[in-house]
């Protein structure tokens, strides 16, 4: 009961401390638990560091600013498609009725 007790209380401060920067570690801390590999923890905690020091942002809002801005992009083209497809079809017609 004592046991569950102390885990109850550390579990309580670390998660409710309102520290984030210890949840930096808990992707690479996930790793190493789940896999028991250090090496890929380590890279990929560096990997997130580097990202997020070139950047200014996490990998996941990098992720989806990236693909907000490809779906940006992508709406743009099809709608300029469909602008000049409506240009030259009206071209035609112009053309075919004088």
Same mark, same amino acid.
Do not use: W
């Given at each position: 009961?004592?046991?569950?007790?102390?885990?109850?209380?550390?579990?309580?401060?670390?998660?409710?401390?309102?520290?984030?920067? #210890? *949840?930096?570690?808990?992707?690479?801390?996930? *790793?190493?638990? #789940? *896999?028991?590999?250090?090496?890929?923890?380590?890279?990929?905690?560096? =990997?997130?560091? =580097?990202?997020?020091?070139?950047?200014?942002?996490?990998?996941?809002?990098?992720?989806?600013?990236?693909?907000?801005?490809?779906?940006?992009?992508?709406?743009?083209?099809?709608?300029?498609?469909?602008?000049?497809?409506?240009?030259?079809?009206?071209?035609?017609?112009?053309?075919?009725?004088?």
């Amino acid at each position: 009961m004592k046991i569950l007790k102390i885990f109850f209380i550390t579990s309580c401060l670390i998660f409710l401390s309102g520290c984030f920067q #210890t *949840t930096s570690l808990l992707g690479p801390g996930v *790793t190493v638990a #789940t *896999t028991g590999n250090v090496f890929q923890a380590g890279l990929q905690y560096g =990997a997130n560091t =580097a990202l997020k020091n070139e950047t200014g942002k996490d990998v996941i809002t990098h992720i989806k600013d990236t693909v907000d801005e490809r779906n940006k992009e992508k709406k743009f083209h099809v709608k300029l498609k469909q602008l000049i497809e409506n240009r030259i079809e009206t071209t035609r017609q112009k053309l075919l009725s004088n």
